[in-house]
């Protein structure tokens, strides 16, 4: 189970803010896309409000749409 160590590191959070970036960071990959809830180990509705989260952030110039 490669995935296992990676779901076990990351803390899972009552509310999700937008603002967190450092939170929300663990949830992109290098490329800045949003990674799946199979890899994260979050449930379905934690990983929409993440993902809503990470949209916000992008659009509020607070993390990238693209990696540099």
Known sequence: MAHQAEREEIEHKKFVDYK???Y???FTNP???IIGKKRTGMTAQ???EIALA???ARFM???PYLAS
């Open 24 to 26: 929300l960071k663990l």
């Open 46 to 48: 934690k990983q929409r």
């Open 54 to 56: 990470i949209k916000r």
């Open 31 to 33: 490329h800045a896309k």
């Open 61 to 63: 110039g607070l993390l």
């Open 20 to 22: 967190d970036i450092a």
